[in-house]
């Protein structure tokens, strides 16, 4: 990494559930050497079950805010990452230079069943956004 952070914008759909997770896992893993944020096309309210999932894994995401892309209008970024299809399919705006990487990661808030297997979904999803977001940061180190 340069000297100074890099910026990354994670993008999901909602930016409730997949995305905050990145964010938080990539601040982790990151420390001081990138600036990271999310955002969503639309904005559907920090998910209580992600944050949950992640205080067990030790990272609190309990302050993070749902925000929109909109809300990153005119900023640079030197990478967007998108966690699923539709955000990568629809997102309206990306900054020209920026690196664009993609993972489709699985939809916890989508889980249906017992509270028991929809926490389940959120940690299987937690668990796989951990594994990617932890090897992208060792690639830019």
């Known amino acids: 990494m340069s000297d100074r952070p890099t910026r990354i914008l994670v993008l999901c759909t909602g930016n409730s559930c997949r995305s905050q997770m990145a964010e938080g896992y990539l601040r982790r893993f990151a420390g001081g050497c990138a600036e990271v944020h999310s955002a969503g096309i639309q904005a559907h309210g920090l998910n209580p079950r992600a944050v949950a999932v992640m205080q067990e894994d ?15 209008e005119g900023s640079t970024f030197d990478m967007i990452l998108t966690v699923c299809d539709s955000a990568r399919e629809n997102c309206p705006w990306f900054p020209a230079r920026a690196e664009r990487m993609h993972h489709d990661f699985p939809d916890p808030a989508k ?27 060792g690639q830019l180190a």
Not at 58 to 72: E, P, W
Not at 113 to 136: P, T
Request: include cysteine; glycine fraction near 4%.
């Open 111 to 137: 889980a249906q069943g017992s509270e028991e297997e929809i926490v389940q979904e959120f940690r299987r999803a937690r668990d796989l956004i951990k594994a990617y977001c932890r090897d992208l940061i």
């Open 58 to 72: 030790g990272v609190d995401i309990s302050a993070h805010t749902s925000k929109t892309i909109d809300a990153f």
